[in-house]
């Protein structure tokens, strides 16, 4: 038993993959199991492992915590990325929540029928250059920090880095119109521990391929 | 100026039910402007007060909070209703957020057409019964207490009692297998300021009548 967080996942990005992002940036080491088929998760299931039958799961401090903003809220809790106040951690919710909303639609996006991906993906680049990304050029324009809360590293710098990058996995030129975006991502991209999960051979996982669809959805079914 | 948090949204439960619930347990007196129409919306977005353009927006401590779970962890950590502890507020957030899927499923139900209500209605009381209701049975088995975490009142037993009372609506005996709820629903509902939400009057929404949803969806299309 090494003492590392444990994270139950199958192998794609998924909704286990800003657990990975926070506890990279963290610098926590974690160990993964990856579950490949139906009877993995039930295994999990029977062994009473999944308080809601559901992963993500990840086993830390003695917890098997379920749920990935409960485990969001822990890890960024436990290791100082969740602001110094009440107030602070207000503002981190409201922009972790805002980039929630436009992660469930881009996660979803790899699962719909070919004939609605076109406009589903004009959709999710709409919302991305109007609703959200200038949001956070803005934050950052009006504080001139390098973070966006409190100026210190928070979950939700973490979080809006992942978000940009996925983003311009659908659209190289994503933040064409957000020079300050542009200056965070590269600074962000240097944080040491960041940097490592950047690297070829980190936990860090693909975008979904579309051969992986079937298998997954046989997991989950 | 009356100092009292301000709620916008619409006439209904929606997603700001949850926040009138976890204020009126706090026993923090409130106001609303309700939103009639989609001019009503606007005039908040072009204002900017909608950081994410959408509502629930609460007006709070000097703050225009948006999205939901911010706004509830704020209201939460104000009025100690979050656990004295970070790995009591792991547990609250995995039971929160296991009610909050659920509650995902309950809150649609009331938008579904005819012809779908009663497969909904059966999935949506087959999760209740088989997966989240007998979490919350087992929790309060095994540590016998009166409260779902730290034998103290917080959030998760505010939420678990709003889905209850929801679930009832759908289906009065929806608590048939599950004694300890039933007991932890007659006791939380004897609690001053719930009991006081609970009386007609009170900030509580109704469940939608069929001839409102058209006004309550064009405002959010």
Known sequence: MSGK????????????????????????????????????LQKLRTDGCLLFQQVP???????????????????????????KDLKERALIDMYVEGMADLYDIIMNHDFKPA????KDLANIMDKATNRYLPVFEKVLKDHGHDFLVGNKLSRADVNLLETILMVEEFKPDALAKFPLLQSFKARMSNIPSIKKFLQPGSPRK????????PNLLAIFS
Request: no cysteine.
């Open 5 to 40: 967080p444990v994270l139950h996942y199958v192998s794609v990005r998924g909704r286990m993959e800003p657990v990975k992002w926070l506890l990279a940036a963290a610098g926590v080491e974690f160990e993964e199991r990856i579950l490949k088929t139906k009877d993995d």
């Open 115 to 118: 004939n609605e991906k076109e």
């Open 57 to 83: 799961m990840v086993e830390i401090d003695g917890m098997k915590l379920v749920q990935t903003r409960a485990i969001l809220n822990y890890i960024a809790g436990k290791y100082n990325l969740y602001g």
């Open 206 to 213: 693909p975008p979904l391929q579309e051969k992986d669809i």
